[in-house]
């Protein structure tokens, strides 16, 4: 089954849309060019339809809240509730309490919460309290690593491959308006290299208040942190005097249900989360140490915000944690992914295409290479350019995956047989077409 879906509806609206939203949409990631840039005009389970009304399988699912399903009935029919508060009032209101008790009780290392209405609010608070506790101003984060949209973390590792494969990393800011003063202000060190780490702490370790770490890196196809790793990372951390800022926004509440910390067994100072936890209803948190999150307030730092804590957003975070906590949801998502990557690398081992996968089932990312990745350098290494020729016909026949290759595979537990069957059928299509071009193109 080849179909090949055409969209002007969708072409038509970019044209109309780029009138009064620069790119024609509302976050840079969204917009694919005139020509490629979907509009949803509905989205239910893990199946979404575009305006033209072709209907795909999502593996994006928002890059990873849905993880009940897009339109959960039980998270919706929470969060209308939660509407009969009727709205922010500018004081607190007992759900607060409700969800900090429940990720207290799922997350070893949580003592006390704050809210907050995206993961880039979390981290913007984390990184404040983190200096405000140790009294430093520095911070270190991964290569390949995302923390959001605040000027302080919204730095990228440009790559460079030459002739030879010789791979090169320069950190840049994600567009400009991004302050140069900042780039003092952090150095980035790859992923599983604790020598590396080691050296920097030995040079700045007085002045770094916190290290920012994706465990799996979730923006960079989910490279996984090795055994050991995280041990002489939390030892160092404490060496040093410096915070374990673990970011959870999107492993967390999703590879387990202690998060990433407690699936590679590491105890954070400080956790952010959001995606996951609110089903898609806009809520984050910032978590972690007693002894440090209580700090925040006089005297220490600041965090809040007109529609923290929203009684909506807190209304179906308690129903999705709930769920999440008290039933096999994760279970049967990672059955999924494992069921999804077996058959695609059967497709891919059929055709002689080396591959490996990294993440987690509930997220994985997969690399033309012959080994899984231990760092970004060896992203910029594996064969990406066919996940993108593949991307864009899993897209086109209605597979929908990133299109670029470092946003990993998302399942929510609306995944099921019919979603995997499709799946597989229109993955080894896209994947034929996608090497024929290659071998047309030599
Ligand atoms: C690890 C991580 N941190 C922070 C963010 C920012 O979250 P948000 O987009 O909700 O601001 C993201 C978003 O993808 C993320 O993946």
């Known amino acids: 089954m080849a179909v090949h879906y055409s969209i ?6 970019y044209k109309k849309a780029a009138e009064r939203l620069p790119l024609g949409v509302t976050s840079n990631y969204r917009s694919w060019g005139p020509d490629e840039t979907l509009y949803v005009s509905r989205a239910k389970g893990a199946r979404l339809w575009d305006f033209d009304g072709n209907e795909y399988v999502d593996y994006r699912i928002g890059y990873g809240p849905a993880i009940l399903g897009y339109g959960d009935e039980r998270v919706d029919e929470a ?24 990720m207290a009780k799922m997350i070893s290392s949580v003592d006390m919460v704050r809210f907050a209405n995206s993961g880039t609010e979390a981290v913007m608070a984390g990184l404040r309290l983190a200096r405000s506790f140790t009294g430093r101003s520095r911070h270190i984060m991964i290569e390949g690593g995302y923390h959001g949209l605040s000027d302080g973390v919204l730095w990228e590792v440009h790559h460079e491959r030459d002739a030879s494969g010789e791979v090169s990393l320069q950190v840049q800011s994600e567009g400009k308006g991004v302050p140069s003063l900042l780039r003092e202000l952090f150095d980035t060190v790859p992923l599983n290299d604790p020598d590396e780490l080691e050296s920097v702490l030995k040079v700045h370790g007085d002045d770094v208040a916190t290290l920012l770490i994706e465990v799996i890196l979730g923006n960079a196809g ?3 942190s090795e055994p050991g790793y995280l041990e002489r990372v939390r030892a160092l951390c404490d060496e040093y005097g410096v915070l374990l800022m673990v970011d959870e926004v999107k492993t967390g509440f999703r590879v387990a249900r202690g998060g990433v910390q407690e699936l590679m067994g590491v105890d954070a100072d400080l956790c952010t ?11 984050s948190a910032l978590a972690g140490k007693r002894e440090i999150m209580s700090t925040i307030g006089p005297g220490g730092s600041a965090q809040g915000g007109t529609y923290a804590g929203h009684p909506v957003c807190l209304a179906a975070a308690e129903k999705t944690l709930e769920i999440l906590d008290e039933t096999e949801a994760l279970e049967d998502i990672v059955r999924y992914g494992e069921k999804m990557q077996k058959g695609i690398s059967e497709i891919l081992s059929a055709r002689g295409v080396a591959h490996a996968w990294s993440g987690h089932p509930s997220m994985s990312g997969i690399f033309f290479s012959e080994s ?5 350098k060896d992203w910029v290494r594996s064969d990406y350019e066919l996940y993108e020729a593949l991307a864009a016909h899993l897209i086109s026949s209605g597979i ?19 979603c995997l069957d499709e799946t597989m ?13 290659r071998a047309q193109a030599k």
């Open 8 to 13: 002007p509806k969708s072409n038509a609206h």
């Open 372 to 376: 899984a990745p231990r760092n970004y």
């Open 273 to 283: 989360f959001a995606k996951a936890m609110g089903n898609g209803y806009p809520i």
């Open 79 to 102: 969060a209308r509730k939660g509407m009969e508060l009727g709205g922010p009032t500018a004081l607190s209101t007992e759900r607060e309490w409700i969800v900090a008790e429940r």
């Open 222 to 224: 989910g490279i996984v």
């Open 400 to 418: 929908l995956v990133e299109p670029d290759s470092r946003e990993p595979f998302f399942v929510s537990a609306a995944h099921d047989d019919s």
């Open 425 to 437: 059928e229109k993955f080894a299509v896209a994947l034929d077409l996608a090497l024929d071009e």
